[in-house]
């Protein structure tokens, strides 16, 4: 492996807190474990720690497959040693998502090291495909404030039901199924609250019933498509809730599903978004996950141990 021009590689990989991490599922550490068995110098570093380090440097820990706890000899490094650094924060994209980006840059860090792109990362809502991919979304308006939903309203009422969907928030949090709206008085009392009185952006979407069919989750590295699971709801609910026992199964995705994998692929090349999750419902896009991608540990799983991690490595080294 010391032969092996991956050798040369040194990877970063930024989460959130080691506490929070949920080790044995977690897409990040998956991804970082095959690095070392690929022979790729890997480091790893939380939002709460990187920064301590001084002089431009980061403090940084090397990453071991076998380490079972908390990574513990830091080790302080400079950014340009890094051919990659994989920002992996979960959202809520906020103003501490955005400053720790910020400040790397001001450590040095150079945006094209950044995976994925920051100026994406940090404005672009995962729950809407970029303009270009309109036309694969589900009919939807986005709420910022009462002039947006008097204006949604009257395409609204003719949607036999809707979602309003937090902008900023993952994982389905705050996501709510409404009835067709009977008034306008109605519809504003429900943005009202799903909003936060306007101070919240929301995006609401035509339900599409299909979801009691499964949600397909289309899994791409480098604009290459690589596998696909199906997500059902979880019981007695609309959303799927992989912590509340939703169920899922691999997915061979049809042939107007290959299609759309290969325009959304092109479309994330174009973006220069080389990790991305898309979940689909009924052919339309739900959700557009280019921050932290995840599920790979469940994806190889249900495609029979399958080493998808060495696959998405591969692709954007």
Known sequence: MQNSPL?????????????????????????????????????????????????GFLKVFPFSK?????????????????????????????QHYRQLLDDLAARGVKSNQILNPPDLISFQSEKLP??????????????????????????????????????????????????????????????????????TPVLIQEYLPGITNGEVRMWFAGGRFIAALKKYPADGDFRVLIDHGSRIEAHHPTLREQEIALEVGNSLRHQGIALAAIDFIDGKISDYNITSPGLLVQLERVHGGKNLAAEILNAIL
């Open 66 to 94: 076998d380490a079972p706890y908390e990574p513990t000899e830091a080790m302080r490094i400079h950014p340009s040693k890094f051919n990659q650094i994989h920002y992996r924060i979960d959202p809520p994209v906020d």
């Open 130 to 199: 970029p303009p270009e991919l309109f036309h694969l979304a589900p009919r939807h308006a986005v709420i910022l404030s009462e002039a947006d939903a008097l204006q949604a309203y009257f395409f609204a009422k003719k949607w036999p039901a809707w979602v309003s969907k937090p902008m900023n928030l993952a994982q389905s949090i705050g996501v709510k199924r409404r009835n067709n709206p009977k008034t306008l008085e109605e519809f504003l009392s429900h943005l009202e609250s799903d909003s936060d009185h306007y101070r």
């Open 7 to 55: 050798s040369s590689i040194h990877l970063l990989w930024i989460t959130d807190p080691w506490r929070t991490l949920d080790r044995e599922q977690d897409t990040t550490l998956r991804l970082a474990q095959e690095a070392v068995n690929l022979g790729i110098k890997t480091y790893w570093s939380a939002s709460d720690q990187i920064l301590d380090a001084a002089d």
